[in-house]
């Protein structure tokens, strides 16, 4: 009598892919209603696209708050920010960070 497994079947089929078409692949097998995730370079303009730019040691500064708006693209050197870890400082050209803060005094220098 014949005996036949699935893994004939996944040789058959295997062929070297990449993400896209692995993505393909996977969305035929089992197919989901949820959004694919993204990267989040997918968010982040390119350079030169973006409102605000640093320029020397001053850079644009937009500060609001639910009563209203306290900086609008003002020219600072510095930021000093509560975090949950203690305060820390800002300045132009920062690598990118994401922190927590917490209540506190917010200073723009």
Known sequence: ????????????TSVAAGPKEFAATWDKVAPSTMAVPEFPSNFIKASGEGESVAQGDLFPVNFYTPHGVLADMAQKDGVI???VDGYFGLK??????I????PGVVELH
């Open 81 to 83: 920010l509560p975090g």
């Open 99 to 102: 922190s927590q803060l917490t």
């Open 1 to 12: 009598r014949g005996l036949t497994t699935s893994a004939a079947a996944l040789e058959e």
């Open 92 to 97: 132009a050209n920062h690598v990118p960070l």
